[in-house]
């Protein structure tokens, strides 16, 4: 698979591929998207196929502009409108009720779409070239470690992608904030960089957050128990058990740790990430990736902070790794 650098000229051969019912992996703030033609419903099943992703698993369409929306959803309510004037271009998508046009097999058969403007040039470059809506999730197999490099699609893809697009390491690293606006109370089911707080900020009002699937009837993307995992087992655990479990010297073990000092050692490979929730989230899935290239016995993650500003990072990890 040959990774072209975005230019205005591979751009446009890019959107010509997605117009042909192509697969076209690409940049965004977040991660790269795995990207087909939302409007062509023989090529959105290929994303499915690409990924081994049930089809009952809805995909984020991507959009140049804001104006674009009442194109995919109808009764857009006006909490909508005053998001997408505060953030947008932003790493947030916003579940609405769909038109009654717009296939099934992009929603998984629900009667709600998610929508979002992606902040990234190569993504809006990409996407005003083309005109339409891209549906896009990450471009790795399903549930496994999401992409931040355009190297990582082609390692775990390969041929099944028709063109990737590289538009750098992913400045976000984590993927997009989800906010449920379909229904009558703004729901968050899915942490991003875009906080809870943030979004109530500018809604002036509370934000729902689901404590179990069963408090909501809408399904979205990362929702499942297990999700951005590597396939080495990988766990969680507070620097005290980490210690203890790092006694084992029988077992190959990687180590990604959140501000401990830790030194490699024979069986031990160590990676270090800050305690600073930005550049944390910015490197978590290459850094879990180049553990998982190693062939280990065990990851161990040291249990990053709490609080809001960790929510995302947090939430990934509950999904991608056991806990004690």
């Given amino acids: ?8 000229e591979t751009i446009r051969h890019a959107a010509d591929c997605l117009k042909n019912g192509g697969l076209v992996a690409f940049a965004t703030e977040t991660v790269y998207g795995l990207g087909a033609d939302a409007s062509n419903p ?24 804001f104006k674009q929306f009442e194109h995919w959803a109808q009764d857009i309510p006006e909490s909508a409108f005053k998001l997408a004037e505060h953030f ?3 790493p947030l998508a916003l579940i609405l009720k769909k038109r009654p046009e717009v296939s ?28 339409g809506g891209i549906a896009a ?30 538009g750098g390491a992913c400045q976000i690293g984590v993927e997009s904030t989800i906010l ?23 809604l002036k009002t509370e934000i729902f957050i689901p404590e179990s699937l069963e408090q909501t009837t809408v399904k979205t993307a990362g929702m499942m128990a297990i999700h951005y995992a590597p396939t080495t087992l990988a766990m969680r655990c507070d620097s005290d058990l980490l210690a203890v479990l790092l006694k084992d010297e029988n077992q190959k073990i990687g180590v990604l740790t ?6 490699s050692a024979p069986n031990r490979t160590v990676i270090s990430l800050p305690v600073n929730p930005v550049i944390y989230a910015q490197n978590l899935y290459a ?12 990851i161990l993650v040291e249990q990053p902070p709490q609080g809001e500003a960790w929510h995302a990072v947090n939430d990934r990890l509950s999904k991608a790794t056991h806990h004690d």
Wanted: charged fraction near 20%; glycine fraction near 6%; proline fraction near 7%.
């Fill in 1 to 8: 698979m040959i990774i072209f650098t975005a230019t205005p």
């Fill in 42 to 65: 023989e090529a959105v099943k290929r994303i499915f196929a690409a990924k081994n992703r049930p089809e009952n698993h809805p995909l984020i369409v991507h959009l140049a502009s």
């Fill in 88 to 90: 947008f271009p932003a």
């Fill in 104 to 131: 099934e097999i992009v929603t998984g058969g629900q009667h709600t779409i998610a929508l979002r403007v992606p902040n990234h040039p190569v993504a809006l470059e990409l996407l005003h070239a083309f005109g």
């Fill in 137 to 166: 999730p990450s471009a790795n197999r399903f549930c496994r470690i999401s992409p931040t490099q355009a190297q990582h699609v082609a390692d775990e893809l390969g041929e099944s992608v028709d063109m990737i697009l590289d």
């Fill in 180 to 202: 449920d606006l379909s229904g009558d109370k703004p729901t968050l089911l899915r942490f991003g960089q875009i906080t809870r707080s943030a979004l109530e900020a500018v």
């Fill in 258 to 263: 959140c501000g401990s000092d830790i030194s």
């Fill in 287 to 298: 850094k879990l990736r180049e553990l998982d290239a190693l062939h280990l016995d065990l």
